[in-house]
């Protein structure tokens, strides 16, 4: 059978306070998170290093939004851990209470975005709307505020705006906000690069070089 394997976990924490300053209005009342896996099929295999067969894995972006919002995507994708489809790499059963267990944990202790990325880990975000399908006031509202705030990108009917939150606040900001518009699940709207076979958790790596930057102040 067929399972999806975890290798680790990440998240990163943008604060509510400093996505406030961007704007002038307070369009945040807590703080935002992203939420990252590192997984790969059981049964699917890549030759590297002169021909050894490695088990293919890649980088994820499961959740965004507020704490709660993450946890409810937790609990969801938890519920194949009852199956034997979902586990932990190096587990021949992972519990679902497992499962949650560390994904909180990895988010109570969330990093900084710059932590992460100068970590290894890099994360685009795209929104994109079909026009002719963003029917009603609310949407059409909603992708015109997104709009004077970032040109889109136009391919027809289609518009999308490609936003890079490790690397600009405003992008973060605006994902935050608009990601509503992309009816996408989160993991199909994202373009996720990092250490795949590195070895270790990314987030011990991005805690310690956190440390040294503050040391460095």
């Not at 400093?18 to 945040?28: G, S, W």
């Not at 079909?130 to 909603?142: F, H, I, P, V």
Request: one cysteine or more; glycine letters at 8%; hydrophobic letters at 40%.
């Amino acid at each position: 059978m067929s399972s999806r394997l975890i290798d680790d976990f990440a998240a990163v924490r943008f604060r509510a306070a400093d996505l406030n300053a961007l704007f002038e209005t307070d369009p945040f009342y807590a703080d935002q998170f992203m939420f990252f896996e590192l997984g790969g099929d059981n049964n699917l295999f890549e030759c590297r290093n002169g021909g050894r067969q490695t088990r293919v894995r890649s980088w994820s972006l499961l959740g965004v939004g507020m704490e709660w919002e993450i946890m409810q995507k937790i609990v969801t994708f938890a519920s194949a851990c009852e199956g034997g489809c979902l586990r932990f790499a190096g587990d021949r059963q992972t519990l679902a209470e497992s499962y949650i267990r560390k994904a909180r944990n990895t988010l109570s202790e969330a990093v900084e975005p710059a932590a992460l990325y100068n970590a290894g880990l890099s994360c685009g975000f795209e929104i994109k709307v079909d026009a002719n399908e963003a029917r009603g006031r609310y949407m059409e509202d909603r992708m015109e505020e997104l709009r004077n705030y970032m040109p889109a990108h136009e391919h027809g009917d289609v518009l999308s705006w490609n936003l890079l939150p490790f690397n600009d606040p405003k992008h973060a900001a605006l994902m935050f906000i608009y990601r509503g518009l992309d009816t996408r699940e989160t993991y199909n709207k994202a373009r996720v690069s990092g250490q795949e076979y590195a070895g270790g958790a990314i987030m011990k790596c991005a805690r310690r070089r956190g440390q040294m930057a503050m040391a460095d102040l």
